[in-house]
């Protein structure tokens, strides 16, 4: 088998408000919940295709999340851009970038802020086209 990403591990400030973001905005599901000393976590994804997100809060080290310069953006493949870039918006969360449609690639994206600041891209592939990778089947 090839190597393959399984999932990101990133430091939110509130769990369960970065849940519900993902959740019920950004439209992942919940797959599982960790409790470990000094950290809570919970892994969100599709049900059949892609990788993983973990969310994990450190209730022992309750400073501001530090974004540092490593990380550029997290990038979500959703069926409707507008719609999501819209829920979030409507939720109280910042848009970067309106979604458009991109002249070089078949897709439409946009930009958000999730709770924590951290950049989340909107990517709706069209004219039939799928990401790379996909498992998803028609």
Not at 2 to 31: F, H, K, M, T, W
Not at 40 to 62: F, I, M, P, S
């Amino acid at each position: 088998m090839a190597s393959r990403v399984g999932q990101y591990c990133i430091y939110v400030s509130d769990l369960e408000r970065s849940v519900a973001y993902y959740r019920d905005l950004i439209g992942l599901r919940e797959q599982s919940r960790t409790d470990i000393p000094g950290v809570n976590e919970c892994v969100l994804a599709h049900d059949t295709a892609g990788g993983r997100l973990q969310l994990a809060y450190r209730h022992d080290d309750v400073q501001p999340i530090d974004h540092g310069n490593a990380l550029w953006k997290i990038y979500m493949i959703v069926d409707d851009c507008q719609a999501v870039h819209d829920a979030v918006v409507a939720a109280g969360y910042e848009s970067t970038m309106a979604p458009e449609r991109l002249e070089r690639w078949p897709v439409k994206v946009g930009f958000v802020l999730d709770p924590d600041g951290y950049l989340v891209e909107l990517v709706e592939y069209l004219d039939g086209a799928r990401p790379a990778g996909s498992m998803a089947e028609d």
